[in-house]
Each structure stands twice: as structure tokens, then as C-alpha cells.
């Protein structure tokens, strides 16, 4: 006798059809499927998403749901604080199971009290591990506490091994009737203005597009990854949006990567896939920390003397007109393609902290915004390595020196030329709204003040 009442799947960051347990599990309980996506940006322990994400969201669910129905079934979208619309759901469709992949930020204590109080109304509740390769509970040290090391963390997962293959998409998913909002009506898409054109013309969301570019990384770009520091060279993966929103898995990463590979791209493998190792780490931070992006991680930090930066010089670091030419070429990347090289995000990063004395917090925050990778992991995190308030961060005194990483990353400047265009003509007509020099010292004056005070 098939089992008629059907199965709820919650995706939240795995947008993905293929290596989705969640997914699997209701397909193999038999029976229809109500593959939900609820927009929550009200339950508490949500931050609210930043422009550029949303509108990725958007172009991820309508791939999604055109990938859903191709298999027969329907995905719905829902808005409202979670454990409400949820329960309602499973009210609205007498539903006897409901299945989700696990978060690992604030937003697991809504999970948690949601399972407690499915089970306790009689309908199962399974969550499942999907969007990282190690469960932060599982990678500790011998005495059990989290690792404030990377090398040592990455060590030890390397050590543990990764346990299963990825799961198949399923061939087919039984519709079940159930009201659905209708995506242009949640406005993630901006309007007036409509900013968004240099995301249309350089990001492809979807799951499709996720796998098209793992392959193409792996056959054409993985063989320079040494490379991965310029950034005028097409040398990384940009991989980092879709598995911000779980349109790739880790594991389908990390099992490409073992499997065939020509030579160049072997030898970079192991180097690659620490990266990925980096974005466990920084979950493993969240998970022990939830409030990364509100407070240093290291508190010593609470007590450091940030200036009363005037705010015309932090928005020539947003826009990209701060005199310095690498800084200003990053701010505007980020601008116009919703992403910035991973060196670059260290210098402007840098630059804020270091040379304009802002709290670190205003940069993420600008980050969060305009980033189409931006997650409450990686985000927060990173943020902090640069600041030297986090886990395994660089040392405060290590002030990057914009000029000197141009020279030495960029040499050619082919970055740069690409886009700050004003330097074909020769001089760069803006003058640096600080003088490198000195604001480092009064950086590292700053910091010697906080040190004393502590
Ligand atoms: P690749 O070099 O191809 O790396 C493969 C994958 O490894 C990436 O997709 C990413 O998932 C992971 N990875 C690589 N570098 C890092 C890193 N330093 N930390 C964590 N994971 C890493 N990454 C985000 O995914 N979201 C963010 O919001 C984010 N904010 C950042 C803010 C600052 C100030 C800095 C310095 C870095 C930030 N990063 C963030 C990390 C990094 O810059 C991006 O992951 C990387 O540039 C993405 O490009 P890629 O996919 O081509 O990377």
C-alpha cells in the first residue's frame, strides 16, 4: 500500500536537486512530496539577507523550480517566520514527515524547536547533513573543545575522511496541491534603481550552471590554481556562490576532485580543496559562536581604539574612489559583478581596518550587501582574520600595503587597468585620501593602546 500522506522537504541553502538527503529521504518514503522554499526574514537568529544575495535567490528558485517540475513535481514559496508556516503546511497538507538539511548559525535553534514540537504533534522530523563535509561537532580537539587553528582542524578532518558518496537527483517527485506564492511577488529583484545589470551580465545561478563550472574549473583553470593569488588571472574556481546557496555540495566537490584529474590539475587538487577546508572551518567558528558578525571573536578586541572615521571616506571606500588604485579596482569589482578576488577582499578589507581605522564590522556589513557570496559564515569570519580579532587570524600588525601587493600580484596591472580605466591615460587623477605611511603606524599605534588596556 503506498503511503498517500505526504513528506515536507524544507530547503533553506541547498538549492539542489542532486545530493540533497533531505530530498531523498521523502522521495524514498514513497508518497508526494511538498518541496518547500520559505522566505524568513522575521524568526529570531535570521539576518536579514543583502541586495545582491536576493537577487541570486531569486534566479536560484526559479532554476530550482524549473528543475522540480521537469521531474513531475512542484516547489512551493512560502514567507513567514518558520515554525509557524511550517506547522501550517504540514496542517494544510496532512503531512507525516518533514525532512530538512541542517544549519549551523543562529538559526539552528529554530530547527531545533521545531523538530521537538513536530515529533511531539505524532509527525516525523529528520534533518540531515548536507552542506558541509564535516559536522562541527565532530572536529575537535583530543580534549573535545572546538579548533582555533586552521592547519590543525584541516588535519583532522583530512585524518576522519569523508564518509559517503553524493546521493543522485531523483528521476521523479509526486506534485501534492498546496498554495504557493508567487516568486515576483516577494520583490528580491531590485527595481528602482534596478542596480542589478553587471550581476545579470557575470553570474549564472543554478544548479545546472554550478556543475557546468565545477567541470570547467576542473578541465581548464585547476592546472594554474598555484596562481590563485592574481587577480588578473582566471585562476579560482567561483564556485563560492553556489555553495553559498547549496547549488553544488562540498562532497560533490571534494568527489570530483578525487576522481580523474589530468596532471596539472592533480597536483593542485589538495591546495584546492583546503580552501573549501577554510569555508568548514569558518562554519565550525559560526557553529561554536552564532554571533560572528556582531562581536570580536577574540574580545581583547572589544577594547581597540577605532577612529571617528568621517563618513566621505568610508564611502570612497564603498564606491571605489579612495585614491589607492588596487582598493578602489576591488570596491568597484564588487560593484559591478557582486564579487572581488579573494586577495583583493583581503587588501580593501585591510585598507578599511587598518588605514581608515573602521571597525570591521561597517566593512562586513557593506560586504554582506553587495556580495553574491555573502554568508554568515565566511563573511563575519573572514572579516575577522583580517582585523586580527578572529580565529587563526593574521596578526594585527600585518598591514597589507596596497601598493605593494599591485606590484607583486598585479604585476602587469592587468587587473587594475580592467577596473579603474582612468590609469590607460597614465597618472591616476585621485589622490589617496590617506597617506599609507602614516596611517599605518597609527594603526599599529591603535593597536599597541588597546594592547595596554587589556
Ligand atoms: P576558490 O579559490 O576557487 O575556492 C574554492 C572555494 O573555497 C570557494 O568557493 C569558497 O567556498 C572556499 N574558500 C576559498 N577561500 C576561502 C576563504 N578565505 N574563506 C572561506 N572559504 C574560502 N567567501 C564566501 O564564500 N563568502 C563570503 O561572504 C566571503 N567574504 C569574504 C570577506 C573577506 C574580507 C575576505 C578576505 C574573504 C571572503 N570570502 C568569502 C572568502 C573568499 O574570498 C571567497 O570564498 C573566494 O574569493 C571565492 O572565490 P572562488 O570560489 O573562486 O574561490
Known amino acids: 500500500m503506498p503511503n498517500e500522506r505526504p513528506s515536507v522537504v524544507w530547503l533553506r541553502d541547498d538549492l539542489r536537486l542532486a545530493d540533497n538527503p533531505a530530498l531523498d529521504a521523502a522521495v ?9 522554499y520559505l522566505l524568513d526574514e522575521v524568526s529570531r537568529g535570521i539576518r536579514p539577507l543583502g541586495g545582491a544575495v536576493k537577487w541570486w535567490l531569486h534566479h536560484s528558485l526559479a532554476s530550482l523550480g524549473a528543475d522540480i517540475a521537469a521531474r513531475g513535481g512542484t516547489l512551493t514559496l512560502r514567507r513567514g517566520d518558520a515554525a509557524t508556516e511550517i506547522a501550517r503546511i504540514v496542517a494544510e497538507t496532512d503531512a507525516a514527515a518533514v525532512f530538512w538539511n541542517r544549519r549551523y548559525g543562529r538559526a539552528r535553534d529554530i530547527d531545533a524547536a521545531l523538530k521537538s514540537s513536530l515529533r511531539e ?43 559517503r558518496d553524493p546521493l543522485d537527483a531523483p528521476d521523479s517527485i509526486r506534485p ?9 511577488d516577494w520583490g528580491l529583484l531590485p527595481t528602482k534603481p534596478d542596480w542589478a545589470g553587471g550581476l545579470r551580465e557575470h553570474c549564472r545561478p543554478g544548479e545546472d550552471n554550478a556543475h557546468e563550472r565545477l567541470e570547467g574549473f576542473v578541465d581548464e583553470v585547476l592546472e594554474s590554481y598555484n596562481r590563485r593569488d592574481e587577480p588578473g588571472f582566471e585562476a579560482t574556481s567561483g ?30 587538487a589538495a591546495g584546492f580543496l583546503r580552501e573549501v577546508g577554510w569555508r568548514e572551518f569558518n562554519w565550525n567558528i559560526l557553529y561554536h559562536f552564532p554571533e560572528l558578525h556582531e562581536r570580536n571573536y577574540r574580545s581583547a578586541f572589544d577594547a581597540f581604539p577605532w577612529a571617528d572615521t568621517p563618513e566621505w571616506e568610508i564611502d570612497a571606500w564603498r564606491h571605489g574612489t579612495t585614491g589607492v588604485p588596487l582598493v578602489d579596482a576591488g570596491m568597484r569589482e564588487l560593484w559591478e559583478t557582486g564579487t572581488m578576488h ?46 586580527g580579532s578572529g580565529a587563526d587570524a593574521a596578526p594585527y600588525f600585518r598591514v597589507f600595503n596596497p601598493v605593494l601587493q599591485a606590484q607583486k600580484f598585479d604585476k602587469h596591472g592587468r587587473y587594475i587597468r580592467r577596473w579603474v580605466p582612468e590609469l590607460e591615460a597614465g597618472e591616476y587623477p585621485l589622490e589617496p585620501i590617506v597617506d599609507l605611511a602614516q596611517s599605518r603606524r597609527d594603526a599599529l599605534a591603535a593597536y599597541d593602546t588597546m594592547k595596554a588596556s587589556t
Open 176 to 184: 501534492f496541491d498546496v498554495r504557493s506564492d508567487d516568486l515576483g
Open 342 to 387: 579573494n586577495r583583493v577582499r583581503m587588501v580593501t578589507a585591510s585598507f578599511l581596518i587598518k588605514n581608515l581605522l573602521v571597525d570591521w564590522r561597517v566593512g562586513e556589513a557593506w560586504f554582506w550587501d553587495t556580495l553574491v557570496d555573502a554568508d554568515e559564515a565566511n563573511n563575519p569570519a573572514n572579516w575577522q582574520w583580517v582585523a
Open 121 to 163: 504533534a505524532g509527525v516525523e522530523a529528520q534533518s540531515f547533513r548536507a552542506n558541509l563535509l564535516f559536522e562541527p561537532w565532530t572536529v575537535t580537539t583530543q580534549e573535545g573543545n572546538p579548533y582555533r587553528v586552521f592547519t590543525q582542524f584541516w588535519k583532522t578532518c583530512l585524518e576522519q575522511g569523508v564518509a
Open 28 to 36: 524514498a518514503r514513497g508518497g508526494p512530496v511538498v518541496v518547500v
Open 239 to 268: 564556485l563560492s556562490p553556489h555553495l553559498r546557496f547549496g547549488e553544488i555540495s562540498p562532497l560533490q566537490i571534494w568527489h570530483r576532485l578525487h576522481g580523474a584529474l589530468g596532471a596539472g590539475a592533480k597536483a593542485n
